[in-house]
């Protein structure tokens, strides 16, 4: 087995736990946290649904976690196995199929929050809301420096492309569905950066301080994972074009770590709770809401 397999094999190891093991452990801690510190009793708005529900759903995620955690595994070993009785290559799609199942408890956190947000919503009476002025352009959370980072990443990257390709740059040619691809991607993110900053407010009862912390980390987020995919659309090209096939799969595994890390770590590790306003969720709470 070559130094590069081994790598790979590391890569994807971490790639089990980082996602399968050590976010959620954190994401469980954090729900449990809010329970515990913000109880349904004294912050009823924050649980616009039965309080079995959540506990439900948190047991769920754990348990979804588990399973994907030994499934992980199991891939792991069997590919391991196949590589050790046979010379052909792991393909890199296999890191990319496991992302997406990691994904999966994380997409039902994020449809929760969503029909908790709704129920929120049809619960909010009508008040006197009180006006808040928040900041409603792009350099009001995420500084100019990072932004041109972005956008010199991706001119670089599209560049590389056409050179990697000898310029063949027509329709159908390898060059302009990459580009495309890519280029999809990159709108496909400014349009969550643009509905996060002019659109409509999801919690009724979210202080305008607030949303700016998230509205902060979220675009810094997905800045951080555009500059990711041209560093890894670069890559790749490269790869192809010098017949580096071997090292795909630890590329990709590697790159899906820096994404998780660029949205969901950067997250955990700049939003803290006891930093928001959570007494706007309790029902003698002030009726002006921004």
């Known amino acids: ?8 094999y590391t890569a994807f190891l971490s790639q089990i736990f980082l996602l399968s093991f050590y976010f959620p452990r954190k994401i469980q801690n954090r729900m449990t946290q809010v329970m515990t510190d913000y109880p349904p009793a004294e912050y009823p708005r924050l649980y616009p649904k039965p309080i079995d529900y959540y506990s439900n759903s948190h047991r769920a995620y754990r348990i979804i976690n588990q ?10 070993s069997a590919l391991f196995v196949w590589d050790y009785m046979s010379d052909g290559l792991v393909s890199p799609m296999i890191p990319w199929a496991y992302f997406m199942v990691q994904m999966m408890p994380l997409l039902y956190l994020e449809l929760s929050e969503f029909s908790c947000f709704k129920q929120m919503r049809k619960a909010d009476l009508p008040t006197t809301r009180k006006a808040e002025l928040i900041p409603r352009h792009l350099f009001d959370v995420v500084s100019p420096t990072l932004f041109t980072g972005a956008v010199l990443a991706y001119i670089a990257a599209i560049i590389f492309v056409l050179y990697i390709n000898n310029f063949a740059f027509y329709w159908g040619s390898k060059a302009l569905l990459t580009i495309l691809i890519f280029t999809a991607g990159n709108l496909f993110f400014a349009g969550i950066i643009f509905w996060n900053l002019y659109g409509k407010k999801l919690d009724p009862y979210q202080t305008g301080k607030d949303r700016i912390k998230l509205m902060k980390v979220t675009v810094k987020s997905l800045i951080y994972v555009s500059i990711g995919v041209s560093i890894f659309i670069t890559i790749t090209q490269a790869i192809n074009r010098y017949d580096m096939d071997i090292l795909e799969p630890l590329m990709m595994s590697l790159f899906l770590q820096f994404i998780s890390l ?19 969720y309790k029902n003698d709470a002030a009726n002006q809401k921004p």
């Open 67 to 76: 399973v994907i955690f030994i499934i992980g595994l199991m891939i792991l």
């Open 1 to 8: 087995m070559s130094v590069i397999e081994i790598l790979f």
């Open 262 to 280: 660029a949205s969901i770590g950067e997250r955990l590790q700049t939003l803290r709770i006891e930093e928001f306003d959570l007494e706007v």
